[in-house]
């Protein structure tokens, strides 16, 4: 029972995309920038440490990066039961349940950290981890604080995010440590995110947000407000616009994926602070992260040392390390070749069909379990086309 998690604003680092722009997933770079309005290569590959923080940049870098690792882990074939995302994360989790289309996603994104940006310039805020209080003495400290500090992320057990004004959260830093914090820092942010500070920018996504189609999740997203699993369309425009005002529930949203049954956890995206959450949060879990190529193979290995499942667990698409997706080389419509029915052995090269003029060609050998995608069907880019068993 895979999760697929993704990380928000504060995975990012200068260069990221460095590794990644010879892989066939870069594709999605271009068409991000063409959403943006803006040169996201730019901002993978050549923007310094001190403007890539800046959230407008940081927000729009992450989500792009999430969903070039996310493509490339596509085209293993690997493909997860449920998502989950930290804060911007949630972006990701949507579009790769297929809620939302990626150029919506992007322009999202972008209004996301634009409205964010002009709500910190606007009313001075940072955030602080306390480390080594449970979350009730952390709420006291704030509490205590009596003023704009509140807790901003409930991230794992004796790890908590404070937020809000710079006199308020010092204060609430000091009367933390006064409770017995080990550790209580501020964190290189340029606002108070996830509290009530930011309510300028979620009146402003909320327009944003109205003028977008979703639609139901091909898989339950674990929300951060509610830490609960959503696969429906209709809740997601309510909870994105609460997220930026609430607490994001992030050690709550990996113990209900842990009581769910959800054992494995992949991070996809730069960076694995998200691993370690994990790690912290549910201590019997399986866990890794993608955040470069060469990760890859390691997922291939990770994901065949896991125990094989009953055949009573094989309900849906779970793919496991014996098994590829073959996925369209292109957008258009597709038309199935006739030699590529269930059962049908095959080898690396045999043409499955055609998407418009382009074929449609196996890079596996194995048996044929379904095609994914119907004759006629007008199909995705890397949209799954056939699913196989592999010899």
Not at 178 to 192: D, Q, S, T, Y
Not at 234 to 258: F, H, I, M, N, Y
Request: glycine fraction near 8%; include cysteine.
């Amino acid at each position: 029972m895979i999760v697929f998690t993704y990380p928000g604003q504060g995975s990012q680092k200068p260069a990221m995309g460095s590794e990644w722009a010879d892989h066939p997933s870069w594709e999605l770079v271009d068409e991000a920038s063409d959403a943006a309005g803006r040169d996201v290569a730019e901002l993978l590959l050549h923007t310094g440490t001190e403007e890539l923080t800046r959230t407008r940049n940081a927000q729009l870098a992450t989500f792009v990066t999430s969903m070039v690792v996310l493509d490339a882990v596509g085209r293993l074939g690997v493909v997860p039961t449920a998502h989950a995302g930290h804060s911007l994360g949630e972006y990701s989790a949507l579009t790769a349940a297929g809620a939302l289309g990626f150029a919506d996603a992007v322009r999202l994104v972008t209004e996301r950290g634009d409205a964010m940006q002009a709500a910190a310039d606007q009313q001075v805020g940072t955030m602080a981890a306390v480390l080594g209080l449970n979350d009730d003495q952390v709420d006291i400290a704030c509490q205590r604080a009596a003023g704009n500090a509140w807790i901003a992320s409930y991230n794992a057990p004796g790890q908590v995010v404070i937020a809000g004004s710079p006199d308020d959260l010092d204060k609430a830093m000091s009367v933390a440590k006064e409770l017995g914090a080990k550790r209580a820092m501020k964190l290189p942010v340029g606002g108070a995110f996830h509290t009530p500070l930011m309510a300028p920018a979620r009146d402003r996504l909320r327009k944003a947000l109205d003028q977008v189609e979703f639609r139901a999740p091909e898989r339950p997203i674990y929300a951060n407000v509610d830490a609960s699993p959503h696969d429906d369309a209709e809740s997601w425009p309510d909870l994105l616009g609460a997220q930026l005002c609430s607490p994001v529930r992030w050690k709550q949203t990996l113990r209900r994926l842990e009581a769910d049954g959800l054992d494995t956890f992949i991070e996809i995206g730069p960076g694995s602070v998200l691993t370690g959450l994990a790690k912290r949060t549910v201590a019997d879990c399986k866990r890794t992260a993608v955040s470069t190529p060469t990760d890859l193979d390691g997922l291939i290995e990770f994901l065949a040392s896991r125990p094989s499942p009953s055949p009573s667990n094989l309900e849906g698409e779970h793919l496991f390390a014996t098994e590829r997706l073959v996925v369209s080389p292109a957008a258009g419509v597709f038309t199935p070749s006739a030699d590529c029915a269930a059962g049908t052995t095959i080898t690396v090269g045999h043409v499955l069909g055609h998407v418009g003029s382009r074929e449609v060609v196996s890079s596996f050998s194995g048996e044929v379990i379904g095609v994914l995608a119907l004759d006629g069907e007008r199909v995705k880019p890397s949209q799954p086309i056939a699913w196989l068993r592999t010899a």
